[in-house]
C-alpha cells in the first residue's frame, strides 16, 4: 500500500524554465510533507518541507504547495538549472507519531542546458 | 560532526555471513532513523532512537536485523546470516526532535550480498 506516490518517474526540463513536481498521499492523518533531493552515491539531502496548517512554503528558488482537500503536493523550482538535475523524493511523517518518513518512490529530473 | 558519517560506504558479504553497518548522527540529535533503500528508488523505514532507547521498530525483520545506539559509541545495524535481499543501500539519519524537523541522512552503507 503505497501511501505516498510520485507517478511520473521523470520530468525532463528546459534551463531557466520551472519544473513542477507532483506528489500524492493517501491518509488524510499526514500533517507534514518533505522534499528531499538525492545524487547517486550520496543521501537524500532536505530541501524544504511544509506544514498541514499552511497551503505554501517558499525558499529562494523552491517553493512547495500543499492542497489538503485533493492530498496533493507539489514542488515548483524556478528557475531551473543544471545543477538541480537529480532524484527527488517527497516524503510525510507517518501516522505513528513516532517519527517515521514514508517516501515517495522518487522523480528524476534532468534540466538541459 | 556536522554530518551524519556511515561507515563502511560498500560492504561485502557472502551469503550466510554477518554484516554490521555503523553510524554516527550529528552531534547533539537525540533521534536516529535507519533505512534500507532497495531497488533503487524505495525506501523502507526500518528502526528508530531516541538516544539508546528504541522509539520504533516496527519495521525491523527482526529474525536476523538487530541495531544498537549506545552512549558515546556509533550506532550499528547487524544482519545475522545474511541473504541475498539483503542486497541494498542503507541509509542512518538524525534529527533534533522526532517529528515537524527535517532528518538529516548520511550518504549510506551499501551491502552487497554474493
Known amino acids: 500500500d503505497q501511501q505516498v506516490k510520485q507517478n511520473s518517474p521523470s520530468l525532463s526540463v528546459q534551463e531557466g524554465r520551472i519544473s513542477i513536481l507532483n506528489c500524492d498521499y493517501t491518509?488524510?492523518?499526514?500533517?507534514?510533507f518533505l522534499w528531499y533531493k538525492k545524487y547517486p552515491a550520496e543521501g537524500p539531502t532536505f530541501l524544504i518541507s511544509?506544514?498541514?496548517?499552511?497551503d505554501k512554503n517558499e525558499d529562494g528558488r523552491f517553493t512547495v504547495f500543499l492542497n489538503k482537500s485533493a492530498k496533493h503536493l507539489s514542488l515548483h523550482i524556478v528557475p531551473s538549472q543544471p545543477g538541480d538535475s537529480a532524484v527527488y523524493f517527497c516524503?510525510?511523517?507517518?501516522?505513528?507519531?513516532?517519527?517515521?518518513?514514508?517516501f515517495g518512490q522518487g522523480t528524476t529530473l534532468q534540466v538541459k542546458p | 560532526g556536522e554530518e551524519v558519517a556511515q561507515t563502511p560506504k560498500h560492504l561485502v558479504r557472502g551469503e550466510g555471513q554477518k554484516a554490521k553497518l555503523y553510524c554516527a548522527p550529528i552531534?547533539?540529535?537525540?533521534?536516529v532513523f535507519w533505512y534500507q533503500q532497495v531497488l533503487k528508488n524505495e525506501f523502507k523505514f526500518l528502526i528508530s532512537?531516541?538516544?539508546?532507547?528504541?522509539?520504533?521498530e516496527t519495521g525491523m525483520p527482526k529474525e536476523r536485523f538487530s541495531a544498537k545506539c549506545l552512549p558515546n559509541s556509533p550506532c550499528s545495524l547487524e544482519i545475522q546470516a545474511t541473504k541475498l535481499e539483503d542486497s541494498a543501500v542503507y541509509f542512518c539519519?538524525?534529527?533534533?526532535?522526532?517529528?515537524?524537523?527535517?532528518?538529516?541522512f548520511g550518504d549510506g552503507t551499501r551491502l552487497s550480498i554474493l
Open positions: 539519519a538524525s534529527s533534533l526532535l522526532f517529528e515537524d524537523q527535517p532528518q538529516h
Open positions: 491518509n488524510s492523518m499526514f500533517d507534514y
Open positions: 511544509i506544514s498541514s496548517i499552511k
Open positions: 516524503a510525510a511523517f507517518g501516522s505513528s507519531n513516532t517519527g517515521k518518513l514514508i
Open positions: 552531534k547533539g540529535h537525540s533521534y
Open positions: 532512537f531516541q538516544n539508546e532507547n528504541v522509539f520504533d
